[in-house]
């Protein structure tokens, strides 16, 4: 099975460790054999031609050179979710399963756009955080929580979503509204849910640990975040090439993008709470 990579640029962490990682939780057989890269890395400078000799790929000139031999899609762009429009055009057309790295799209209403397209040309095709995959969450009870707190690393840009992936996995209802504080290498947005309960994410920099608070009814439950959450991430990724099953509800992923334009909308006015687009 062939997967192509449509990139923003080629030489960035995940575009680097998933071939391995695909290969190895395929059994080989599943393997990257094709990638498009729209401009040189601007943090290394390789070229997308450098990328794919480094990695034993054939390069193509276009999207839709990808999108016509590959079996299955990943598009990446991790770090420049804007740019996640124009590469999906093609694949989202196509039919074949399609992976949209995190983060998913800039606002709430870019994701009901790209998950229409995909519904539109029966394309089966996720979105997430690989966080959504760490080990810990595995055998946690959800029908009693009253609250959670995920802390984690990063600027809300690029790294909310890490947090508010398990959030929405674990509160299982739609956000009413957010509310930003923080000051310098800090900052925490707590969230009210429609159900009236409430959660927060809490990000620190340069680096923190993730970290997972959950209020069950009459215990507390706290969770450091140790396993290597890549490595599931990658398996349910392979078996989604496999079975074209989406494993992660649009609905959910459309949560944690209405939560993040909220938080990022909310940054800019701390102290107000602020409406989570529906």
Request: charged share 20%; net charge negative.
């Amino acid at each position: 099975m062939k997967i192509g990579f449509i990139d923003y640029f080629l030489d960035e962490w995940h575009s680097n460790n998933y071939p391995a990682w695909i290969k190895q939780f395929s059994d080989g057989e599943m393997e990257v054999a094709y990638a498009y890269g729209k401009i040189a890395s601007p943090i290394s400078g390789m070229t997308s031609a450098q990328w794919c000799e480094r990695f034993g790929v054939t390069l193509c000139d276009t999207i839709e050179e990808v999108v016509e031999k590959s079996d299955a899609l990943v598009v990446l762009s991790p770090d420049n979710c804007e740019m996640h429009e124009e590469l999906c055009q093609l694949p989202l057309r196509s039919g074949k399963p399609t992976f949209i790295d995190k983060t998913f799209t800039p606002d709430l209403a870019t994701a009901k756009r790209l998950f229409a397209l995909a519904e539109e040309h029966g394309t089966p095709c996720y979105s997430t955080s690989s966080l959504r995959y760490a080990e810990e969450y595995a055998d946690v009870k959800t029908d009693d929580i009253a609250s959670v707190c995920c802390w984690g690393s990063g600027v809300i840009d690029g790294y909310a979503v890490h947090m508010l992936e398990p959030l929405v996995m674990l509160m299982k209802a739609p956000a009413k509204r957010v509310l930003y504080s923080g000051t310098e290498g800090w900052y925490q947005v707590t969230i009210e849910f429609a159900d009236g309960r409430f959660g927060s994410i809490a990000g620190w920099l340069p680096w923190a640990p993730y970290l997972t608070n959950i209020k069950h009814t009459d215990e507390c439950q706290s969770l450091t975040i140790e396993s290597d959450f890549f490595l599931p991430f990658s398996k349910v990724m392979v078996e989604f090439f496999r079975t074209r099953e989406v494993p992660v509800a649009h609905e959910e992923t459309l949560q944690v993008m209405a939560i993040r334009e909220a938080a990022m909308q909310a940054q800019s006015k701390p102290g107000e709470w602020i409406t989570v687009p529906q």
